[in-house]
């Protein structure tokens, strides 16, 4: 009984949370917490772990409440859709997606919605991957791709990226790649556009991925939650709208992020129709489906008022770019500039504390949560993340804290 347990909280231990997006950094660490210096804070503390969907900063897409207000006015109608969500909001997303995409989407055998796409990665990668396997993954990306494959069993087979390559492309090693694929690996789990660098994979990229995928048989797992954030400039390619097999390819998308609709937890998998209907299956017996009133608000994605989109864009880009000016201008530290999505990846300089110790006195000293790069790499320990989705004022005083923060404890200071 013991040593069954001990495997159970072994396989449990990696799906550590305290530093994961969006949870509170506790202070473990009581000598750390002892160093705080109580200095009065200008403004409000600054959480970068995640995004603000509040009226300050930016607030879910208009129609959003009374489409969920319909909904539940619908009652037992809406409230209890099919596993794969409503069938009449599913055709017609799957009609915008396949404008978006550049590929055609069957509504009834392609796509299911999910609680968030959190839980659409979550099933997609148990519908793919059982104990035993190889998968790649490219590190840095997703905190939650390598949790989920190692939890499932398999073995991730990790493909670096270029974090500071400055487009066009993301830096993925190809030839990496193929060495995964060659030595095994079936599965390949991505973001694109990058999540926490940015980088959005060139035309070129894509097609080699397509183009290799093929080659070895390997099935495609395409996270794009981020593929409508993008900035002036950006090229981006659909892998789904590529030479490849589409039974061997899976997009996950929602509106939580560009659209601030994180809170009503929708998200979506479309593409390959035998790895939807395992979701589905796997989907019933963990949270039966997406929440049947907010399906409803659906209907305002890709669907939002003109010009929408573009102001939303411009003022993440204007948040963006004042950010890089902060980090830029201190010595030792080094940013990509991000070509879409509201994430910065900045590699701080050797300082006087570990790094992990360094984030949990950011909080404590600052009142800025940022979360640690080795969520998304092992390799990143100096590296930190921002979400800077946020009320723009209160993001540069953050940065600017960080920025100061670094000054202090920086080695040779």
Not at 56 to 84: H, I, K, M, S
Request: net charge negative; proline share 6%.
């Amino acid at each position: 009984m013991q040593a069954t347990m001990t495997r159970i909280e072994e396989k449990f231990q990696g799906l550590g949370v305290d530093s994961a997006p969006g949870q509170e950094v506790r202070q473990h660490d009581d000598a750390l917490a002892g160093l705080a210096i109580g200095e009065a804070l200008e403004g409000p503390a600054v959480d970068f772990s995640h995004g603000d969907v509040g009226a300050d900063a930016f607030p879910p897409t208009p129609g959003a409440l009374g489409l969920f207000v319909d909904g539940y006015e619908r009652g037992g109608a809406q409230a209890y859709t099919e596993y794969r969500g409503d069938g009449a909001i599913r055709e017609l997303v799957a009609e915008r997606l396949a404008r978006f995409t550049g590929a055609a989407v069957s509504a009834g055998d392609a796509m299911i919605l999910t609680p968030g796409t959190q839980s659409a990665l979550f099933l997609a990668v148990l519908s793919t991957v059982t104990a035993g396997d190889q998968v790649a993954i490219v590190q840095p990306d997703y905190f939650a791709n390598r949790k989920l494959v190692e939890f499932a069993g398999a073995r991730a087979v990790p493909v670096r990226l270029g974090e500071m390559t400055e487009g066009p492309g993301a830096g993925i090693d190809l030839g990496q790649l193929e060495d995964a694929f060659r030595a095994g690996a079936r599965t390949f789990l991505f973001s694109n556009p990058n999540n926490p660098v940015g980088a959005v994979y060139s035309p070129e990229e894509i097609a080699a991925i397509a183009r290799l995928a093929e080659t070895y048989g390997v099935t495609v797992i395409v996270d794009q939650l981020y593929a409508r954030l993008r900035y002036a400039g950006t090229r981006y390619t659909h892998l789904r709208a590529q030479d490849i097999d589409p039974s061997r390819v899976l997009t996950i998308m929602g509106p939580s992020k560009t659209e601030s609709l994180s809170g009503f937890r929708l998200g979506l998998g479309f593409g390959a129709p035998a790895i939807v209907a395992r979701m589905e299956k796997l989907q019933a017996i963990v949270s039966l489906r997406a929440p049947g009133y907010c399906q409803a608000v659906l209907r305002t994605w890709f669907a939002e008022p003109e010009n929408w989109l573009a102001d939303r864009i411009a003022a993440h880009q204007a948040i963006r770019d004042d950010l890089l000016g902060v980090f830029r201008g201190v010595d030792g530290v080094r940013v990509r500039t991000p070509d879409a999505g509201s994430y910065l990846f900045p590699e701080l300089p050797l300082l006087t504390v570990p790094h992990a110790g360094f984030v949990r006195l950011l909080r404590a000293q600052a009142g800025v949560t940022v979360t640690p790069g080795t969520e998304f790499s092992p390799h990143a320990g100096a590296r930190i993340r921002l979400n800077f989705s946020q009320n723009h004022e209160r993001a540069v005083r953050g940065a600017s804290r960080i920025a100061a923060m670094v000054e202090r404890y920086r080695q040779g200071a």
